[in-house]
């Protein structure tokens, strides 16, 4: 009889949300809490937009977006300009290319089944991890937020990155980016049906952990 695998399964925490809704710090606050590792899947779209940017080419070029799609390094994921709001645009642009999306499954996908440095969980933050990379999370989370709200975080954070930032101006392109991520045909933004709803509007991100925390300890109170 061939022997099982005394492995323990990598549990895995899925945060989806739209931009700025807090997902992406609820997202590392879980990660260190709980010793997982952590991708922030938003940075694949950036870098693919950021490649085509560099390169002079239109985000809505499908085969020089899947080709930069493909050929992503994971090092493209530390450079400080993917955090701009031009680079945000070009991702949503290039992540409703199902090409694209094609191009950036397996690789999210391998980082849920095997974290890197033997970690025993994965949480990915994005748009369809819950739905299409992970539907078969150990938890799932959807954040929201008034987009007021998620304007005005995104104003303070560009600011305290040292970017100028126009409230009217980030609340348009956020409207814009919001609508292309929740109608495009590929893996739209949407809530699982099992996900765990969790409205920050009036929360700040210690208020956020602290309900994030007590829906996976109410699932399985030993932990994760
Ligand atoms: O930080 P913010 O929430 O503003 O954006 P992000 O998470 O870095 O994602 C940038 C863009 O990438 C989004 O507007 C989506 O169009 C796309 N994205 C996606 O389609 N799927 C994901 N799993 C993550 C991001």
Known sequence: M???????????????????????????????????????????????????????????????????????????????????????AAASTVAAIPGVRAALLGFQRRFAAAPPGGKPGAVLDGRDIGTVICPDATHKIFVEASIEVRAARRVKELRESGADAIHARVLRDMKARDARDRHRSVAPLTKASDAFLLDTTELDADGVFAAALDFIMSRTPSGV
């Open 2 to 88: 061939a022997a099982e695998s005394s492995a323990p399964p990598v549990v895995v925490i899925a945060v989806d949300g739209a931009a700025a809704s807090g997902k992406g710090t609820l997202a590392r606050w879980l990660a260190r809490h709980f010793g997982y590792a952590h991708l922030d899947t938003g940075l694949l779209y950036r870098a693919t937009g950021l490649a085509l940017i560099r390169a002079g080419k239109s985000p809505d070029d499908e085969t020089a977006a899947i080709e930069a799609a493909g050929g992503l390094d994971p090092s493209a994921l530390d450079d400080a300009a993917l955090r701009g709001e031009e680079v945000a």
